[in-house]
């Protein structure tokens, strides 16, 4: 049942839009008695619920049906180097609870995984759900991660981390799948969903304590070989030339961009700035010299972006984390670079803006990488199978419309939508 099953239907309605069998048989190709087989396990499941009957074009009105994201549960976590939020979320990456802390994430995976497990047990008994409600967990870190294993490689910023099974110290409490992933992937994936659904081509930059990206090309996030992918804040700028940078390499980006670099720079003219939020307040009260100092960010993040704009033409740069809550100073900047320095084909139709979302792009991120694994077609299938009478087969899936054997859209305009998956 990998291609056209149960799985598949619940693919379709998972946009939200309530259909009747005869709209299902048609998007899908299957017939009436195979629709009906898939539809009996999801509503068995309580993943698809009956809603108010169709308009009717005479006769016996049909009854709608539509996903029903309230019936299981995603946790979802987004883990900075100095904070964390954890949240629940329904199917449709909707937060239900949410609870964000300082944490630094120097306290090492035992320490952060145990509050991220105990504010989880807290969330569900507040929400009064058994842990069994839980289908999966999402979880993005600062640092690079091996993404088919969950485990940190090599992470700069995070002692005591590297090659951590983060997957199987959750399980140990939560037995379900645990996706683990990079900070700034998961907020790229998280700002698209909620902003930018149908962009397909968008870098999201983070700014904050550090500085990286995520990367989606031709609608697929990019981890690259070993999952280090968008880690521009490791690339060398001009006038970082001998600066030394956290990582060991002087010249870098983040050693004079990232926010603890910006504050720096205010200290050193004297005023009081130690951290994101205190260079984001002296901006906001007008004072010049943070103003000048975020802008001059902007520019060195605007000359390293300009070789992203080269190599991958996006047609958005989303700029999120907490030195981009200082507003249009940063964004300013990038784009008087970018658009400076990048020639004018590149830049004709690219958009530099703040995030949207703000600081829930991550844990909304993190949901939905939870959320398409779990929810994966062949995922959903399996437990079909597995419901089927002992000893019966289904016989019709040779049938099934060479549709589903494809990862091509719907040729139907209505429903070219329906099979564009996230990352």
């Known amino acids: 049942m990998d291609n056209g099953g149960a799985g598949e239907l619940l693919r379709i309605l998972r946009d939200g839009r309530p259909r009747t069998r005869a709209d299902l048989a048609r998007i899908s190709g299957l017939g009436r008695a195979a629709i009906s087989s898939r539809l009996e396990v ?66 090492g995976p035992e320490a952060v995984l145990d509050w991220l497990v105990m504010t989880l047990q807290s969330h569900l008994k507040t929400m009064k759900r058994p842990a069994t409600d839980i289908i999966a967990v999402g979880i993005g870190l600062p640092g690079p991660v091996e993404h088919s294993t969950g ?8 002692p005591g981390w590297d090659g951590f099974d983060v997957p199987a110290y959750i399980q140990q409490t939560f037995d379900v799948p645990v ?27 983070k700014v904050a304590t550090g500085i990286g ?41 983040e050693a004079i961009a990232g926010a603890p670099a910006v504050a720096a720079r205010l200290r050193d003219s004297g005023l009081e700035a130690t951290t ?34 080269s190599l991958m033409n996006p047609s958005l740069i989303v700029v999120g984390g907490s ?15 970018v658009y400076a320095r990048s020639t004018p084909l590149a830049t ?12 829930e792009a991550g844990v909304v991120g993190a949901s939905i990488l939870a959320i398409e694994h779990a929810l994966a077609p062949h995922r959903v299938n399996d437990f079909a199978i597995r419901m089927l009478p002992s000893g019966q087969q289904n016989t019709d899936l040779e049938h099934v419309d060479q549709i589903f054997r494809t990862s091509q859209p719907l040729q139907d305009v209505e429903d070219e939508q329906l099979h564009h998956a996230f990352p």
């Open 348 to 359: 004709q139709h690219l958009t530099i803006t703040q995030s949207e979302t703000g600081p």
């Open 323 to 337: 030195l981009s809550q200082s507003g249009e100073h940063l964004i300013a900047g990038i784009r008087e670079t």
């Open 213 to 253: 990206s995520g990367v989606i090309s031709g609608g697929m996030l990019q981890r690259g070989a070993t999952g280090v992918a968008g880690d521009i804040g490791h690339i060398a700028v001009s006038n970082a030339a001998g600066v030394q940078c956290r990582c060991g390499q002087t010249a870098c980006l």
């Open 151 to 158: 485990k940190p490689t090599s992470p700069p910023i995070m």
């Open 276 to 309: 994101a939020s205190d260079v984001v307040s002296l901006v906001r009260s007008g004072d010049l010299a943070a103003i000048q100092a975020v802008r001059q960010a902007g520019r060195d993040i605007g000359e390293m972006l300009n070789m992203c704009v």
């Open 179 to 205: 996706l683990v992933d990079n900070d700034v992937n998961i907020m790229a994936l998280g700002e698209r969903a909620t902003r930018w659904p149908n962009e397909d081509n968008m870098i999201f930059l």
């Open 42 to 107: 999801l509503l068995e499941r309580g993943l698809v619920v009956p809603v108010s009957d169709a308009a009717s074009t005479g006769g016996r009105p049909s009854a709608r049906l539509a996903f029903n994201p309230g019936t299981r549960l995603t946790a979802a976590a987004d883990v900075g180097a100095t904070h964390a939020t954890v949240a629940l979320t329904d199917l449709a990456g909707r937060i239900l609870l949410e609870t964000t802390e300082g944490l630094e994430i120097s306290r």
